[in-house]
T-cell receptor
Framework: KQEVTQIPAALSVPEGENLVLNCSFT??????LQWFRQDPGKGLTSLLL?????REQTSGRLNASLDKSSGRSTLYIAASQPGDSATYLC??????????FGTGTSLTVIP | DAGVIQSPRHEVTEMGQEVTLRCKPI?????LFWYRQTMMRGLELLIY????????DSGMPEDRFSAKMPNASFSTLKIQPSEPRDSAVYFC??????????FGDGTRLSIL
């Protein structure tokens, strides 16, 4: 069974700092990988979707990379802002059409 | 577009009662997903539909849970009878092939 792990579980950084969130998965037979953010009391908002054939995706200050062979993905956030404070989750869609979520990294950006 | 709409937003009921959660997906999306989120287990996929047909229900915890999608614009998740351990936030999401899933704001369910 696919296992998705996110490290660290929590992260606190000063405003303006660049940061990296990590996601690892045990089975490289994936269809795609998706990064979400979740604000308290809200559902998940999709940030970036990387297909298995792609290496990275960018949206504004966010950049996500995918190394399928090593089972890793990173989410890079440039010039962090207090509004970036949220929980970030990665999710893997396997080639068998199963969906697996990590437990998330809780990010706090301090003004 | 109004996004994925879930109702109710909050539900508090006594154990043994039937609970029905509702979801209206985004128009044009042909996939619909039901998730459950708890502190202990994180986010778990319960079931997903493609073109109104259940594709994978292996995440449904037990026979007390059932889900239907009678048409492309409506789905229900039913728990009967409910138990305290069913307390969680239940999310519905919709999407299309190769596109990101869009989540509703969830139903916070408390079973007393």
């Amino acid at each position: 069974k696919q296992e998705v792990t996110q490290i660290p579980a929590a992260l606190s950084v000063p405003e303006g700092e660049n940061l990296v969130l990590n996601c690892s998965f045990t089975d490289s037979a994936i269809y795609n990988l998706q990064w979400f953010r979740q604000d308290p009391g809200k559902g998940l908002t999709s940030l970036l979707l990387i297909q298995s054939s792609q290496r990275e995706q960018t949206s504004g200050r966010l950049n996500a990379s995918l190394d399928k062979s090593s089972g890793r993905s990173t989410l890079y956030i440039a010039a962090s802002q207090p509004g970036d404070s949220a929980t970030y989750l990665c999710a893997v869609r396997s080639t068998g059409n199963q969906f697996y979520f990590g437990t998330g990294t809780s990010l706090t950006v301090i003004p | 577009d109004a996004g994925v709409i879930q109702s109710p937003r909050h539900e508090v009921t006594e154990m043994g009662q039937e609970v029905t959660l509702r979801c209206k997906p985004i128009s044009g999306h042909n996939s619909l997903f039901w998730y459950r989120q708890t502190m202990m287990r994180g986010l778990e996929l319960l079931i997903y539909f493609n073109n109104n047909v259940p594709i994978d229900d292996s995440g449904m915890p037990e026979d007390r849970f059932s889900a239907k999608m009678p048409n492309a614009s409506f789905s229900t998740l039913k728990i009967q009878p409910s138990e305290p351990r069913d307390s969680a936030v239940y999310f519905c999401a919709s999407g299309t092939a190769n596109q990101p899933q869009h989540f509703g704001d969830g139903t916070r369910l408390s079973i007393l």
